[in-house]
């Protein structure tokens, strides 16, 4: 089992439609970041996090420290936020890595 | 301020050469990230260096190794390459630690091993 799951793999939506990515983590971990990556390979990152809820714009980002849980919500989606949405977590007390990803959410949003 | 590039951002290598990929980071910060990034495993972290020390290391072979100049800019190096090693390789810069900060993404280098 991955220690970062992502849900859904794939995640199709029409402009206007509200968006929900979830993230779930099975280590301790002292952050956890909210990318994005859109084709031909550029990463931002969206938010870094270690409780409650961030906003930016039309994104949201929350996390639960307790149920090991984040999920990333985007209001009023447009064909622009098409990319992959990966969520990575900082585990703390491990000697090996540093990030770890989860596999990635490709949204793809239809005008 | 200009962002984390990366040299050479394509690269087209043979098995068992060996390979260097160049990052930048953003002016000021000291830490400097590597990743590889394949269909398969998806991204990886690789290492990372901060003031000329490495102070985390992923899970990869010791055919993978990486340096980090005074000026901040860092190199890594993949030895007696294989087909495998064909990914994105991505570096990334932070002004502390990357667990403390937000981390910026340079382009990438897209490296293909035949």
């Known amino acids: 089992k991955n220690e970062v799951e992502q849900s859904p793999q794939n995640l199709t939506a029409q402009e206007g439609e509200f968006i929900t990515i979830n993230c779930s983590y099975s280590?301790?971990?002292?952050?956890l970041h909210w990318l994005q990556q859109h084709p031909g390979g550029g990463i931002v990152s969206l938010f870094m996090?270690?409780?409650g809820k961030k906003k930016h714009g039309r994104l949201i980002a929350t996390i639960n420290i307790q149920e090991k849980h984040s999920s990333l919500h985007i209001t009023a989606s447009h064909p622009r936020d098409s990319a992959v949405y990966i969520c990575?977590?900082?585990?703390?007390?491990?000697?090996?890595?540093?990030?770890?990803f989860g596999k990635g959410t490709k949204l793809s949003v239809k005008p | 301020k200009a962002g984390v590039t990366q040299t050479p951002r394509y690269l087209i290598k043979t098995r068992g050469q060996q390979v260097t990929l160049s990052c930048s980071p953003i002016?000021?910060?000291?830490?400097v990230s590597w990743y590889q990034q394949t269909p398969g495993q998806g991204l990886q972290f690789l290492f990372e260096y901060f003031s000329e020390t490495q102070r985390n290391k992923g899970n990869f072979p010791g055919r993978f190794s990486g340096r980090q100049f005074s000026n901040s800019r860092s190199e890594m190096n993949v030895s007696t390459l294989e087909l495998g090693d064909s990914a994105l390789y991505l570096c990334?810069?932070?002004?502390?630690?990357?667990?403390?900060?937000?981390?910026?993404f340079g382009p990438g280098t897209r490296l293909t091993v035949l």
């Open positions: 996090l270690s409780s």
């Open positions: 002016s000021g910060h000291r830490s």
């Open positions: 280590v301790g971990i002292s952050a």
């Open positions: 990334a810069s932070s002004l502390d630690l990357s667990g403390a900060d937000t981390q910026y």
């Open positions: 990575a977590v900082m585990n703390y007390g491990g000697s090996q890595g540093n990030l770890i």
